[in-house]
């Protein structure tokens, strides 16, 4: 049985020397991308090492989505965090999906091996707190995304 150790410090390895991220792994982490003075990544380690290289390679999505210099004008309010607007809302939801598809890109080039089926069930899951957030921000917990 495979601990996605490895796997993980590939993924950590390309974000800080390829794209000079930080990756903070912790159990009290949210899964996240961040932007506030410095660029990072942050993990939780209360779920499983293969989920935890799933979130990281989906958060190592949402960096190299944002770090294309069109990233404003693909996406123009997804920067607008306080905007609760039907247009952010899209935008969000657009990046999410292309973030975990930018993930399975990043995996597939650095010669991760990804069990499709669970990562599309992860996709699936995570996705839909979107989905309910977009729908209706102010009931769930829309501070959060």
């Known amino acids: 049985m495979a601990d996605y150790q490895s796997e993980l410090d590939c993924v950590i390895y390309f974000l800080l020397e390829e794209m000079d991220i930080d990756v903070m792994l912790a159990s009290d982490e949210p899964n996240a991308y961040w932007k506030n003075g410095t660029v990072g990544i942050s993990v939780n ?4 090492k293969r989920l935890q ?35 952010r809302r899209v935008d969000v939801m657009r990046e999410e999906v292309m973030a ?4 399975l890109k990043l995996a597939h ?8 089926k669970l990562w599309h069930n992860f996709v699936k ?10 729908y209706d921000p102010d009931k769930f917990h829309a501070e959060t995304i």
């Open 125 to 134: 899951k995570n996705l839909f707190d979107y989905v309910k957030w977009a």
């Open 45 to 48: 380690t209360s779920q499983s």
């Open 100 to 103: 975990w598809e930018e993930g």
């Open 109 to 116: 080039n650095l010669g991760i091996e990804i069990d499709l």
């Open 53 to 87: 290289l799933y979130s990281l390679l989906h958060e190592a999505g949402h960096a190299i989505i944002r770090e294309e210099p069109d990233y404003d004008s693909r996406f123009p309010y997804g920067n607008k965090f306080k905007n609760k607007s039907l247009a």
